[in-house]
């Protein structure tokens, strides 16, 4: 069994997250097993359970329960259009320790370690399996390598947050609506849009297409709401493939696909494979621009930790200019 870890921190430059990962099988959180590079994920048709330990300090303001803001940034991924996620609130806990226990654990008083990482806000663990067919903690054997097993969030304590917006702090659902992404086994997107960028805003629960795309890549309806298509090609550089390039479409046109979902537009976003090939899933019909840039800043590559890893390499290729041409998908 693997164990990862991911967070969410905070942002001083705001200006950039109101403005305006990557959504496709290669913004999730990879495992590399046996030579082969596997999408953590949970099993679609499982029954999902998380607990809350409801306990908090006086580091959460505001009136509003924390177990109702949790359950509506579950909520905002359980309605998402283009997936099917099975996942319920079970009951609540004092637990205060977390791992690979059978429990997947909300909790705002466990001594998570933030020491190396002061501004992380919140981190999300998740054990996965090695191998299928083995024990799988919770009475039954795995269905496949990168199947998530245990995921708790922790959030830390030594930031301040509000529940309702009538105190400083971070706003505690756009946090957890974040943290919930990297439950369901999404990794950070380096569109700015989307909720699953490594940065918070001061409030954003909404999902975006970007966010839409990746998470109905591994829990897609049989039925979607939305059809959708896929951008495939090749980011090359001096004749050269160029790996951990962020290839993104972006919209060039007023249409809304997901408007009666509360969606809210973004570009939809890949990051290229050791080839220099990319496929960018979860594209409504429209017309975009499609433009590959190198991971240079904001967004570096420690910020989609374990991406090089996956691939046995030590770090994304950045040494080239952002590169752009038109597509449309009908």
């Not at 999902?48 to 409801?54: D, F, R, T």
């Not at 490594?198 to 297409?209: E, K």
């Not at 976003?269 to 190198?294: C, F, K, R």
């Not at 967004?299 to 030590?314: E, F, P, Q």
Request: net charge negative; glycine share 10%.
């Amino acid at each position: 069994m693997n164990m990862r870890r991911f967070a969410i921190t905070s942002f001083v430059g705001a200006v950039l997250l109101v403005l305006a990962p990557a959504a496709s099988p290669h913004s999730n959180n990879l495992t590399l097993i046996g030579g082969a590079v596997h999408a953590d994920r949970w099993p679609q048709s499982a029954q999902l359970v998380w607990n809350i330990n409801p306990a908090h300090g006086p580091n959460i303001a505001g009136a509003r329960p924390v177990e109702d803001v949790v359950q509506a940034a579950f909520d905002t991924w359980t309605s998402a259009p283009n997936a099917a996620l099975n996942v319920t609130r079970g009951n609540d806990s004092a637990v205060t320790t977390f791992g690979m226990d059978g429990t997947n654990l909300i909790c705002f008083v466990c001594h998570g370690d933030f020491d190396s990482e002061p501004e992380t806000l919140a981190v999300t663990m998740t054990t996965v399996a090695t191998e299928a067919g083995v024990p799988d903690g919770n009475g039954g054997t795995t269905q496949f390598a990168g199947q998530i097993l245990d995921a708790d969030i922790i959030f830390n304590s030594a930031h301040d947050f509000t529940v309702d917006g009538s105190a400083g702090g971070q706003d505690l659902q756009t946090v957890a609506t974040h943290e919930i992404g990297h439950f369901f086994g999404l990794a950070h997107s380096a569109v700015v849009r989307a909720v699953m960028y490594p940065f918070a805003p001061p409030m954003q629960t909404r999902l975006s297409y970007d966010d839409v795309a990746a998470i109905s890549v591994n829990y897609g309806k049989a039925a979607p709401d939305i059809p959708t298509v896929s951008i495939a090609g090749t980011v090359r550089f001096g004749g050269a493939g160029v790996f951990g390039a962020h290839v993104f479409a972006d919209s060039t046109t007023s249409a809304e696909p997901f408007a009666a979902f509360n969606i809210r537009k973004s570009p939809i976003g890949a990051m290229t494979l050791p080839d220099g090939s990319y496929v960018i899933s979860g594209v409504p019909a429209d017309s975009y621009t499609v433009t590959a840039e190198p991971l240079d800043s904001p967004v570096v590559d420690s910020n989609l930790a374990g991406y090089a890893a996956a691939y046995g390499r030590s770090a994304m290729q950045t040494g080239f200019t952002t590169r752009w041409h038109y597509a449309r998908k009908k």
